[in-house]
Structure formats: C-alpha cells, structure tokens
C-alpha cells in the first residue's frame, strides 16, 4: 500500500497549507545502522516508485477535500482559514488509507512572534559541500545524519531563535528524496523543527541531467512572506550557489519585511564574483552579515535579541 514519505501541515495568519509525498512501496526498509545502511538508504530513495498523478482523498477535522499527486508523486492543498491546533488527519487512495510514517513532526502552528526565520539547508546549517560534487555525494552517500557537520555559527543562532517560538522555515534545493536525512539531522542536532519546503522527488536519471528551477527559493521565500503580513524575517543562506541573489532579490521587493540577513562564507578566500554578489546585497539590505568560522556569534546574538524582544 502507498504511504506518505513526506508530509506537513504549515499555518500562517489567515491560511493553513498541507504537502506532501505520496510512494507505492508497502513499508519504509529497516535500513540499519552505519555507513552501509545511510548509503543503502540514499540509493534507495533515488529507486523509490511514486504515486503520480492520482486521486486521493485527505481528511482533515471532519472534512474531506479531494485532490491529486502531480507527476512527481506531490500534492498540496491550500485552506482558507489557519488551524490553530495540531488536527487530525488522513489520507486515503482507491478507498484505502495512506500511511504516514514520519518521526519528524507534520504541524508547525503560526507563532505568535513578530520575527521569522528562513533558512537554507546545505552549508548553512550542516557541512555538505556544494560547491564540490565529489566531496558532496561522499559525504552525502557515507556519512550517517547523525555524524554530520553542523555550522556552529548558525546553530547557535538559531537554537537561540527558537527560545523564543519563532517560526523557522527550511527552504532548500535539496530534493525530497532527502527529507528523512535532513529532517534526522534537524532532530539529532536540536535545531529548530520547521516546515521543510524541498524541490520534487528525482530518479537516478534526474539527479544526473535535470536541471532544478532556478526561481524555486524565490517563489517559496515570497509564497511565506505574503501569507505571514504580520511578521518580520531573518534569512539564511551561504555563497555557494543563489542565496545572495536571491536575498537580494527578496529584500529589494520586501524591505519591510526583513528583519537581517546572514551569508556563509564557505572558504577561506572570496572570489571577485562573490564580492560583487556580496557587494549588491549589501547595497540593498545594509544589515547582512557575512559570516564565517571567526565571525563572533555573541555579537549576533545581542543583535537577535534586540529584535525578538521588540
């Protein structure tokens, strides 16, 4: 029977937006422990037979809505109202229920809180090398969640982000391929447990030759700041691929709704073409901060704490 590899349920002020993944196989495989198994795991989730484009039946607090998986096995669903507490929910297809197995949490209720947080994945909350293909599926295919690298920068900020409720956001270019490795290191590592909004599940085939969609951080990014009028945000990202142009882009368009920026820088040197990235940004949003290994978290924290007091 089909079960759900993903899903979640996210309520922002006056609406509520329920996605997710839908596979054919029976059960998720007892994978094990260790490099074999994380390896054994990431190979799998390439293999993985989708649900494309069905019906299905989601229940949600007595009601029911009928919608279908796109080509890639997803839907989504908006609601017009926001759900102020954890419902009750089902799926069903052909009349059967759709199992969800998820240890990560599906609903992330609208916080009271002024400030929000949205942030990249890869080399801005834990080590994955981007900008290095080889180093990338190494430690991506060998390296279990639990052993990996987080950004000590970033943790600290955001584990003291989320003293405070803030709601956290996880928009990546990582496909949901990966959501249980990153949802695993999400937990391990105590960071915030925020809606995660990953790009569509890829075959081996895919992950070679496709190109993902370059405005994909940017219509997500706009997607919560239009449905969350009342709060301000904090964005993170790194320099390795868009996240300065696409800061830029966001601040240039939002500018009431940026609290402060933070980039990662990932190597020891920056190139010409990322201080002219940098430089733009800058120029745009003057409170952004490009961090790095010896960049002073205390200092940052001060600052957060200023804006999540106000």
């Known amino acids: ?34 490099i074999l198994a994380n390896l054994k795991r990431v190979l799998y989730s390439y293999q993985s037979s989708l649900l494309k484009s069905a019906p299905i039946k989601i229940h949600l607090d007595k009601k029911e809505y009928e919608i279908s998986t796109n080509d890639k096995g997803a839907f989504d669903l908006e609601i017009n109202y926001s759900i102020k507490s954890e419902p009750e929910i089902g799926l069903l297809f052909q ?10 949490p599906i609903f992330f209720k609208n916080s009271k809180s002024k400030i929000g947080i949205i942030s990249d994945i890869d080399d801005t909350i834990l080590v994955s090398h981007t900008s290095n293909i080889i180093k990338r599926i190494g430690v991506l295919s060998l390296v279990p969640p639990k052993k990996r690298k987080t950004i000590e920068f970033t943790q600290e900020l955001l584990s003291f982000v989320n003293l405070y409720k803030s709601n956290v956001y ?21 960071l915030p447990t925020g809606a995660l909004f990953l790009t569509p599940y890829l075959s081996f085939k895919e992950l070679v030759k496709r190109k993902k969609g370059k405005d ?13 009028p009342e ?11 868009k996240d300065m142009e696409v800061h830029r882009i966001i601040a240039n368009a939002y500018p009431n709704n940026i609290a402060r ?3 990662r820088q990932t190597k020891k040197k920056i190139n010409n073409r990322k201080q002219i990235l ?5 120029e745009v ?12 978290a205390n200092v940052e924290l001060k600052v957060l704490k200023k804006l999540l007091q106000t």
């Open 231 to 241: 709060k301000k945000f904090i964005l993170f990202g790194d320099d390795t691929q």
């Open 1 to 34: 029977m089909p079960f759900t590899s993903q899903i979640s349920i996210v309520a922002f002020e006056s609406k509520s937006f329920i996605s997710g993944v839908i596979l054919n196989k029976p059960s998720r495989i007892n994978y094990g422990k260790g």
């Open 95 to 104: 009349n059967n229920k759709v199992e969800i197995q998820q240890e990560y």
């Open 278 to 282: 940098w430089n733009k940004l800058k």
């Open 170 to 190: 996880y928009v990546s270019k990582s496909e949901s391929n990966l959501f249980e490795i990153l949802s695993s290191f999400i937990i391990y590592n105590e």
């Open 216 to 228: 994909f951080k940017i219509n997500n990014i706009q997607f919560i700041l239009k449905n969350s």
């Open 261 to 263: 920026i933070y980039i």
């Open 285 to 296: 949003f003057p409170d952004s901060v490009y961090f790095n290994e010896q960049t002073d």
